[in-house]
């Protein structure tokens, strides 16, 4: 399936119906068409109601109450104020607007359920539809109302209005300036007078088509859509700033090899090993023994210490260290792939030993300078040097990393498979016939003469038993697999923070300065980062709380369990949002962490995030700086796909 933005005009039939159109539609503006195929079905089946409305034939929801007044008959001069007053009473929802893009997939949506032809509306109110997306004509939705169960309700109500030119809906024309809109009141009266003068023409409702039209899944199955689309995308940047942290970390490849995956089969995280392995392919920092970091930190202390220290011949022996050092890492070059850990360090092992000799002298000859208070506080400087220096080239190959790092490719791998079974329920859902009660038009055989309006009239019976009532509206297929893709991204979250702690940690960072800055006490560096990154895991900790395991009973208890899946959706929806910026604060702490790791550089694929976050704003954080406006910006190139192939 191509990108959405690569799909121009999307054709609604009730079928096939892809995640893919919905966003071209909702979010690209593509055009959309009634499949023709799909009118004479559609029609078909109208003329089942029809002929059940002349009749008088009892049937619910065409010519009775509804939910707890569904016994309650109403007369054939009433079965039009029946549906404009279902849609009117029901039309409850509260607080926010949804967005404009989110609004135009559950048109679009309710229009393919529609166009089945199991729904008994006529083929013009499904054109209605249409008419309102072609027109970029916006109704006002408000986010809260719904419990997922006899459908959307209020959700779907709110739009009705607008399609029928009813005064008490809200829209915005398309011509409306791009701008926040916070509640009904930045929205218009859709007043038929209103509507046409953006060129739509509302209709009035027929039987059975006020509740063709609330009756259904459609605002849950659009939010699902957004975040299995939007989802996948996050996943693929998790994946990125996972092998950028990684890197800066210095850490152990070992965890992606092949042989792992294949005596535990998840497809999965064979998938995921795959490409982290070919994400930190000739890396120089994971393949040199040598961990520069503590060389930078080394650097960092005795700067410090330069600057405090009185005595200036002190002072000039200790800026002598300080550029042996860095002369030191001037002239280090990357340990080629497939050489040997202990080949590689012997590489190093001359210089750094003779660092270590010329760090002992000058210990020993300020010892003979300095008072023993003052050279105790050197000596304390002079000595954490001494260990970095130690600690830069281990004698044996590092074997395994912390959990947050050699277990994230197995928690991305298990939010791909929940995002997997999203997609299956999405698939039903969006091609589904989710109203009630559905109708199932009556064959006629091909001898049969006449028109279908004339056979159906010969056959009232079989017009009687073409309407079943059940409860395709029932959310709970999406509420389930959404709280699960909330706890699965959530999950995702939560380890990233886990890498940012440990980033931020001087004890687990493997050598990189406390905070990721070189002044760690004067400067704070990222330590609000990961606060933030804490702050929104625990956030997310509270919105997994299963929506789909809670019910209250509606409607004097005709309906007396509930789905709550368009909570469910909802929170899904903040979840992915929190997730995001969790992911964008890891990139940011990744990026700084392999600065100190120079000269050696990451692969090509780390060299090329690192360029996306340039271009969009971010430098090497050499003192402090508020940070919020590049964690917002990074998480906007995650939602943009600025990561999804940097390749």
């Known amino acids: 399936m191509p990108h959405p933005s ?37 029609e078909e089946c109208r003329q089942v109601v029809d002929i059940l409305v002349e009749q008088e034939t009892v049937a619910y929801g065409i010519n009775t109450g509804f939910g707890a007044l569904r016994d309650k008959t109403i007369s054939k001069d009433l079965v039009r104020k029946l549906q404009r007053n279902l849609i009117r009473s029901h039309a409850c929802g509260v607080g926010k607007p949804l967005g404009e893009d989110l609004v135009r997939a559950i048109i ?9 032809g199991h729904s008994g509306v006529r083929s013009k109110l499904i054109q209605g539809l249409l008419d309102l997306l072609n027109l970029k004509i916006y109704p006002y939705i408000p986010e809260k109302g719904s419990v997922g169960s006899s459908g959307d309700l209020a959700p779907l109500s709110h739009l ?53 039209l609330n009756n259904g899944t459609q605002f849950i199955a659009s939010v699902a859509a957004f975040v299995l689309y939007e989802a996948k995308i996050l996943l ?50 994971l393949n040199t023994p040598l961990n520069t970091a503590y060389i930078h930190r080394s650097i960092f202390e005795l700067q410090e210490a330069y600057h405090w220290l009185e005595d200036k011949h002190s002072k000039k022996r200790l800026w002598g260290l300080i550029e042996d050092l860095e002369a030191f890492l001037g002239s280090l070059s990357p340990v080629s792939e497939g050489i040997s850990y202990e080949e590689g360090r012997g590489l190093f092992l001359k210089d750094l030993e003779k660092l270590q000799r010329s760090l002992l002298n000058l210990q020993k000859e300020f010892l003979s300078r300095f008072q023993q208070k003052d050279f105790y506080k050197l000596s304390q400087c002079l000595s954490s040097v001494q260990k970095n220096l130690y600690l830069s080239l281990p004698l044996t190959r590092p074997v395994q990393d912390d959990y947050s790092f050699r277990c994230g490719l197995q928690v991305l791998a298990a939010a791909y498979q929940a995002l997997e079974a999203l997609e299956r329920v999405c698939h039903v859902e969006f091609n589904g016939a989710t109203d009630n009660p559905l109708i199932f038009a009556p064959k006629r055989k091909d001898a049969e003469k006449g028109s279908y309006h004339s056979f159906l009239e010969k056959n009232l019976p079989l017009c009687e038993r073409a309407i079943l009532s ?5 959310g709970e297929p999406l509420g389930l697999v959404l709280d699960y893709v909330g706890v699965a991204l959530a999950e995702v979250g939560n380890i990233a923070e886990r890498r940012v702690a440990h ?85 940011l702490a990744a990026a700084q962490g392999v600065e100190f790791r120079k000269p050696f ?20 954080l050499q003192e402090d700086r508020p940070l919020y406006q590049e964690i917002e910006r990074v998480a906007e190139c995650i939602a943009l796909e600025a990561f999804s192939n940097p390749t």
């Open 503 to 587: 980033l931020v940690d001087a004890a687990l960072s493997n050598g990189l300065p406390p905070f990721l800055t070189p002044r760690a006490g004067v400067e704070s560096g990222f330590m609000i980062g990961q606060y933030t990154a804490a702050a929104l895991v625990s956030e997310n900790k509270i919105l997994c709380h299963p929506a789909s395991s809670d019910s209250i009973p509606t409607s004097a208890n005709a309906e007396d369990h509930v789905s709550m899946a368009s909570i469910a959706a909802r929170k899904c929806f903040q979840i992915l949002g929190n997730v995001r910026r969790i992911i964008a604060i890891e990139f």
């Open 108 to 116: 679009l949506l309710r229009a393919n359920t529609l166009a089945k």
């Open 601 to 620: 550089l990451p692969s090509k694929q780390g060299q090329k995030i690192l360029e996306i976050l340039k271009e969009h704003g971010w430098s090497p």
């Open 6 to 42: 690569e799909i121009s005009n999307v054709v609604v039939g009730g079928a096939d119906l892809r995640v893919e159109e919905i966003l071209a539609v909702s979010s690209w503006g593509a055009t959309v068409e009634l499949d023709e195929a799909a009118i004479e079905r559609v």
């Open 236 to 285: 693929k940047a998790a994946e990125y700033a996972l092998s950028l942290s990684i890197e800066a970390i210095q850490g152990v490849r070992d965890v992606f090899s092949p042989q792992l995956y294949e005596v535990r089969d998840h497809p999965y995280q064979k998938q995921v090993a795959k490409r982290m392995l070919a994400y930190t392919k000739g890396s120089e920092i």
């Open 470 to 474: 059940g409860g395709n509206f029932y």
């Open 160 to 212: 009705a209005l607008v399609l029928m030119g009813d005064e008490y809906g809200r829209f915005l024309p398309p011509s409306y300036e791009k701008k926040a809109v916070n509640s009904w009141r930045d929205f218009l009266p859709s007043t038929k007078e209103n509507l046409r003068k953006c060129g739509f023409t509302p209709l009035e409702l027929e039987a059975k088509e006020g509740l063709a």
